[in-house]
């Protein structure tokens, strides 16, 4: 492979949209993404509410495809792999991996973030057997069934509407006063008849050896209640996927990396968008805008 302008690693909303811009202004662009589908976790959310141009919304299995889409007809090269080590060379930055390798005068990390873990015993053990992070991947394995979610987001809000067409009843479990998703959003999971609330409450344990039966909860003031429950999805955060970075930049104690306004990581060529940063916004658009900006800056260069 010829020596690329532009080498964007990660295929969500932020490094989409960065591979389009870049490549719209004629520079060498290539993405590299280890999922078979463009869009990142974005693909597996149903229902996102708080993008503009969709008023009733639009999935995220949708969505990803059609920004992919854009890049792919602006002229930017589409690889599938993981990459394993990133350093910088003569010619900028090298990139390699199961796919080979890859050189770059700039290079746009974009790797997104994973879910959170609770922490409490036997979360790893029930996982899959009643403990999911996708509500829209695993959701109809527990039609009919009684579910909690744990966190009080927009990712907690967006699945909650999702999965209350599909249980008998949902809870949510959030550790504040009131969740910090939308409150448009909220407002639509509040009104639903199947749907329940504790807030300023935290799931400390979990009930069930092979599979999940129950949950225990505990309130603000220590009391703790024990919850019949088949399914928890658990929504409280994100750790940010840098490895890459680490022998790069200095992260923080959480994970992120450090970035100007033009989202350079302070590295020749090397910038950081979306999830990854400090001071993120956790938004779909806003993840956008990182791309964008990382592209700008690298077109203003050339």
């Given at each position: 492979?010829?020596?690329?302008?532009?080498?964007?690693?990660?295929?969500?909303?932020?490094?989409?949209?960065?591979?389009?811009?870049?490549?719209?202004?004629?520079?060498?662009?290539?993405?590299?993404?280890?999922?078979?589908?463009?869009?990142?976790?974005?693909?597996?959310?149903?229902?996102?509410?708080?993008?503009?141009?969709?008023?009733?919304?639009?999935?995220?299995?949708?969505?990803?495809?059609?920004?992919?889409g854009q890049a792919?007809?602006?002229?930017?090269?589409?690889?599938?792999?993981?990459?394993?080590?990133?350093?910088?060379?003569?010619?900028?930055?090298?990139?390699?991996?199961?796919?080979?390798?890859?050189?770059?005068?700039?290079?746009?990390?974009?790797?997104?973030?994973?879910?959170?873990?609770?922490?409490?015993?036997?979360?790893?053990?029930?996982?899959?057997?009643?403990?999911?992070?996708?509500?829209?991947?695993?959701?109809?394995?527990?039609?009919?069934?009684?579910?909690?979610?744990?966190?009080?987001?927009?990712?907690?809000?967006?699945e909650a509407l999702?999965?209350?067409?599909?249980?008998?009843?949902?809870?949510?479990?959030?550790?504040?006063?009131?969740?910090?998703?939308?409150?448009?959003?909220?407002?639509?999971?509040?009104?639903?008849?199947?749907?329940?609330?504790?807030t300023n409450s935290?799931?400390?344990?979990?009930?069930?050896?092979?599979?999940?039966?129950?949950?225990?909860?505990?309130?603000?003031?220590?009391?703790?209640?024990?919850?019949?429950?088949?399914?928890?999805?658990?929504?409280?955060?994100?750790?940010?996927?840098?490895?890459?970075?680490?022998?790069?930049?200095?992260?923080?104690?959480?994970?992120?990396?450090?970035?100007?306004?033009?989202?350079?990581?302070?590295?020749?060529?090397?910038?950081?968008?979306?999830?990854?940063?400090?001071?993120?916004?956790?938004?779909?658009?806003?993840?956008?805008?990182?791309?964008?900006?990382?592209?700008?800056?690298?077109?203003?260069?050339?």
């Amino acid at each position: 492979m010829n020596k690329r302008d532009v080498t964007i690693v990660g295929g969500g909303i932020a490094g989409l949209t960065a591979a389009f811009f870049a490549a719209r202004e004629n520079l060498t662009t290539t993405i590299i993404d280890n999922q078979g589908v463009s869009g990142g976790v974005l693909i597996n959310v149903d229902s996102i509410q708080n993008f503009p141009g969709f008023p009733d919304g639009i999935s995220g299995y949708e969505l990803g495809p059609m920004i992919a889409g854009q890049a792919s007809a602006s002229g930017a090269e589409f690889v599938f792999g993981s990459v394993m080590d990133i350093h910088q060379c003569e010619d900028g930055w090298e990139l390699s991996g199961d796919f080979g390798s890859v050189v770059s005068t700039n290079l746009v990390v974009a790797t997104g973030s994973q879910p959170a873990r609770l922490g409490v015993s036997n979360e790893e053990q029930l996982y899959g057997h009643g403990i999911s992070y996708c509500a829209t991947c695993d959701g109809d394995f527990f039609r009919d069934e009684d579910v909690l979610i744990a966190g009080g987001g927009d990712a907690a809000l967006d699945e909650a509407l999702v999965l209350a067409e599909i249980v008998n009843s949902l809870t949510i479990v959030h550790h504040g006063d009131s969740p910090t998703g939308s409150k448009a959003t909220l407002a639509r999971v509040q009104a639903l008849p199947n749907v329940g609330m504790l807030t300023n409450s935290e799931i400390v344990g979990l009930n069930g050896d092979d599979v999940l039966i129950g949950a225990s909860v505990r309130d603000e003031h220590g009391s703790i209640q024990d919850l019949d429950c088949t399914g928890l999805f658990v929504y409280v955060g994100s750790n940010p996927q840098t490895n890459l970075l680490q022998d790069w930049c200095e992260l923080d104690a959480l994970g992120h990396v450090a970035v100007d306004d033009y989202m350079s990581t302070g590295v020749v060529g090397l910038y950081a968008v979306g999830d990854i940063r400090q001071r993120s916004s956790g938004l779909l658009l806003g993840s956008a805008a990182d791309g964008m900006a990382a592209a700008r800056a690298i077109v203003a260069k050339n």
